[in-house]
C-alpha cells in the first residue's frame, strides 16, 4: 500500500469517528448510508448475465410459467442499463425490452416487437403496472440506485437467522405504487436483502419478497436464486427463479444499443 | 464477401458452441365479410391455414448468426391469398459498432400507429394485411453503423418485389383482379432495378428521431384508370426523404412521420403528427388505457393508393397486464372533408401457455365515391383466428 493511500484511510476513520463521537447519526442519515454501503459493496461486477424462470401462482394454486434471460451492463455516474429478452410464453418469445436507468428523472425505455420488427420507445412512468402479469410490478425489477428513494433507518433485527437492518424507504417518483417499503440488509454479508415488505399508496401492507439461496460470486458479489413475492391483498405469488448467473462477461455498452435489442429478439 | 462469409458459417458449424433455436405458428383464420361483394365471382366467408415456422444458429456469443424465416398459407377460395414466402433468410454478423447483414430481411422504420408512411424498405404483403403491416422478404445488404453520433444504416437492395392482389374469388379488390404481372416496373431492369437507402437515427434524453432517403422502385404502384379493363397499373422509381419524431414526456408520446415523395409523375409530401397517452395501472387494477390521436394528410389525389388525405384517427387501446396477457385496440379513421369512416378493432388473448385466440375486425361506413376506399366499401369483415406455437 502506498503511503497516501494509508494516510487517506487514517484521515478518514479520524473524520469517521469524530462524526461518530461528535453527534448521532440521524436516523434519516443512518438509512441514507445503509443504502450506498449496500450499493457500494456490490460495485465492480462490470456486466452480468442470467437466465430467469418465473411462476406465478393465483389463489387456486394455478400456475403458469415464464422464462426470461437478463444482461445488464454496470455504470457508476449513471444508472445501470440493462435488456431482458422474454423466452416464453412462446406467443411472446423474442419480445424484448431495453432500460437506460437514471439517478435523477426518469428512465429511458425502448421496447421490440418480433412479429413486426418494430423497436417502440415507451414511456416509463407506468411503473406501478404489474410484470407479465405477475406480482412483480416494472419498478421492483429496475435497477436499485440509491438516488430513487429517501431513507429512514428502523433497528436492528434479524430475518430468519440472519442479522438485518430494517431500513424504510420512501419512493422520490410520484408514479410510484408505493407509499414505502421497508427493506432488510444484511450487515454481515455485504447488505445484501434479506426481505423487502412493500406498502400500497393508502400505506396497507400489500406485497412481501423474500430472498433465498444466496450466493456469493468474485468472492463479492451476493446473488439470491430465488425471489418469492406474496401479495397479501390477493393471495397471489409469483417466485423468481436465477440461473447460469455469469459476471464480467465482457459486454460491451454497444451491445445495450437498439440494433442490439433487435438482434436479441432475431 | 459470399466466400468470407460462407467460410465463417463453415467455422462456425465446426464449433460445437452453435445455439440452434426453432419455433412455429401454425394457425386456423376465418374471415367473415359482412355484406356480398360488389364485384361477380366474390365469396363471403373465407377459411384458411397458415403456418410460420423460423429457425436460428447463432455462434461466437450471438456476434454471427442465420435466421430463417418462413410464411405459408392456404385459403380456401383465394387462391392468390394461398402463397408462400420466405420472410427472412439472412446471414449477420457483428463486430463492435458495426452490423453486417446480407439476405432476406423485414425492417421496419416509423413511430406512428395509424399509418406508417416512412416505412418502405419492404414491399406490403397486400393479401395477408388490411393495415400493410405484413411484409414481403427483401433481399439486402445491410451495414448499420453505432456512433455517439447516432446510427447509420445503409441498404442495398438488389430486387424489387412486387405485390400480391387478391384473385376474383377474394374481397379487397378492384373491379378488375389485378394479376401481379400485369404490373410493370418503370424501368428497362424491370425486378432487377436495384434501389438505395439510408437512414440516420438517434436519441437525445427524451427525443427519437430519424431521418431516412430511399432512391430506387417504389413500393406503391401508381394506377391510372382502375375501372377499365386496362388499369395501367405500374411501379414508378421514386426518390423519397422521410423524417421521424418521437418526445416522450412522462406518459405521453407524441409523434411525427413525414415523407417527401419524387417520381416523373408525381411530387407530393404526407404527414401524420399525434400523441399516445397512456394511464398506467388505472386505480392499482393493473390495466393501462391508453388513447391515441392522430392527424393525417397526404397531398396525392386520385393518384393515391391510400384514402387518408386529411384525416383524424382516434384510438383506444387496452392492455390487461393479466397471465393470459389480453390486449384490445379499437380505432376509427374519420375523414374531415368526406363522409368516409372506417372502424378497426384488434384483440388477441393466450390460452393455456401455448396458444392464442386473435379478433379483427374493419368497417367501413359511408365511404365518398372520391376515395380509393370505395372500390372496398362492401368489404366490411371479421377474422377470427386461433394459433398454436411450439
Not at chain 2, 431492369?189 to 430506387?216: I, Q
Not at chain 2, 379493363?229 to 405500374?234: I, Q, R, S, V, Y
Request: net charge negative; glycine share 8%.
Amino acid at each position: 500500500m502506498k503511503p497516501i493511500k494509508q494516510i487517506i484511510i487514517a484521515m478518514s476513520l479520524v473524520i469517521f469517528l469524530a462524526g461518530t463521537v461528535a453527534y448521532a447519526q440521524s436516523a434519516e442519515e443512518k438509512g441514507l448510508d445503509i443504502a450506498k454501503k449496500a450499493n457500494k459493496a456490490d460495485e465492480g461486477f462490470l456486466s452480468s448475465e442470467v437466465d430467469l424462470k418465473m411462476i406465478l401462482r393465483n389463489k387456486q394454486g394455478q400456475q403458469s410459467e415464464r422464462f426470461l434471460q437478463n444482461k445488464t451492463f454496470e455504470l457508476i455516474e449513471d444508472g445501470d442499463k440493462s435488456m431482458i429478452i422474454f423466452n416464453s410464453p412462446k406467443d411472446v418469445e423474442g419480445t424484448a425490452t431495453l432500460t437506460f436507468t437514471h439517478k435523477d428523472g426518469p428512465d429511458d425505455q425502448w421496447l421490440y416487437l418480433p412479429a413486426i420488427k418494430r423497436v417502440k420507445r415507451i414511456s416509463s412512468s407506468n411503473k406501478s403496472g404489474p410484470f407479465m402479469g405477475s406480482e412483480f410490478a416494472y419498478e421492483d425489477l429496475s435497477s436499485d440506485e440509491v438516488e430513487k428513494y429517501t431513507y429512514k433507518f428502523l433497528e436492528k433485527t434479524t430475518v430468519g437467522s440472519e442479522s438485518a437492518l430494517a431500513v424504510e424507504q420512501y419512493p422520490v417518483d410520484p408514479k410510484s405504487g408505493y407509499k414505502k417499503r421497508i427493506a432488510y440488509y444484511n450487515d454481515t454479508k455485504g447488505y445484501r436483502l434479506e426481505k423487502i415488505e412493500f406498502f400500497d399508496r393508502k400505506g396497507s401492507p400489500l406485497k412481501t419478497l423474500t430472498y433465498s439461496g444466496y450466493k456469493q460470486y468474485l468472492d463479492k458479489h451476493w446473488r439470491a436464486d430465488k425471489f418469492l413475492m406474496v401479495n397479501h391483498q390477493t393471495g397471489k405469488e409469483t417466485e423468481l427463479f436465477f440461473e447460469n448467473y455469469t459476471f464480467k462477461t465482457g459486454l460491451a455498452e454497444a451491445d445495450f444499443s437498439q440494433n442490439a435489442l433487435i438482434r436479441a429478439g432475431r | 464477401m459470399i466466400l468470407t462469409v460462407f467460410i465463417s458459417i463453415k467455422a462456425g458449424l465446426a464449433q460445437d458452441k452453435i445455439t440452434p433455436d426453432f419455433q412455429l405458428e401454425l394457425q386456423i383464420e376465418n374471415r367473415h365479410f359482412l355484406k356480398e361483394g360488389l364485384y361477380p365471382g366474390q365469396e363471403r366467408n373465407f377459411f384458411s391455414l397458415s403456418a410460420r415456422p423460423e429457425l436460428e444458429w447463432e455462434w461466437d456469443d450471438g456476434d454471427k448468426g442465420i435466421k430463417v424465416s418462413l410464411f405459408g398459407r392456404w385459403d380456401q377460395h383465394d387462391d392468390r391469398r394461398t402463397h408462400f414466402d420466405i420472410r427472412e433468410l439472412y446471414y449477420q454478423q457483428v463486430n463492435g459498432n458495426l452490423e453486417f447483414s446480407v439476405g432476406l430481411k423485414k425492417i421496419f422504420w416509423g413511430v406512428t400507429e395509424s399509418v406508417h408512411l416512412v416505412d418502405i424498405i419492404n414491399q406490403t404483403d397486400q393479401v395477408e394485411s388490411f393495415d400493410g403491416e405484413q411484409k414481403l422478404g427483401q433481399p439486402m445488404a445491410h451495414m448499420s453503423y453505432l456512433s455517439s453520433f447516432g446510427t447509420f444504416d445503409f441498404f442495398y437492395l438488389p430486387y424489387a418485389r412486387k405485390r400480391q392482389f387478391p384473385s376474383s374469388e377474394g374481397r379487397l379488390r378492384f373491379p378488375v383482379a389485378v394479376e401481379r404481372d400485369d404490373l410493370v416496373i418503370d424501368s428497362r431492369n424491370e425486378e432487377w432495378r436495384p434501389s438505395g437507402a439510408f437512414k440516420w437515427s438517434h436519441y437525445v434524453g427524451l427525443l427519437d428521431v430519424g431521418v431516412s432517403y430511399f432512391h430506387g422502385v417504389g413500393r406503391e404502384p401508381l394506377f391510372l384508370d382502375l375501372q377499365s379493363e386496362a388499369p395501367g397499373l405500374f411501379y414508378p422509381i421514386i426518390h423519397q426523404a422521410g423524417l421521424e419524431l418521437q418526445a416522450t414526456t412522462g406518459p405521453v408520446l407524441w409523434k411525427v412521420e413525414s415523407i417527401y415523395r419524387h417520381a416523373d409523375v408525381q411530387d407530393f409530401t404526407a404527414l401524420v403528427a399525434g400523441f399516445e397517452y397512456t394511464f398506467g395501472n388505472v386505480k392499482s387494477s393493473g390495466i393501462d388505457i391508453g388513447l391515441i390521436g392522430e392527424y393525417l394528410y397526404d397531398e396525392r389525389d386520385e393518384l393515391a393508393i391510400s384514402s387518408f388525405a386529411n384525416d383524424i384517427f382516434t384510438g383506444v387501446r387496452l392492455a390487461f397486464n393479466d397471465v393470459q396477457s389480453t390486449e384490445f385496440l379499437a380505432g376509427a379513421i374519420f375523414d374531415l372533408e368526406e363522409s368516409t369512416k372506417v372502424y378497426s378493432v384488434e384483440t388477441s388473448r393466450r390460452i393455456g401457455s401455448s396458444w392464442k385466440a386473435e379478433v379483427e375486425a374493419r368497417i367501413f361506413e359511408e365511404v365518398a365515391q372520391e376515395e380509393f376506399l370505395y372500390f372496398f366499401r362492401e368489404d366490411s369483415f371479421i377474422r377470427f383466428s386461433v394459433s398454436k406455437f411450439f
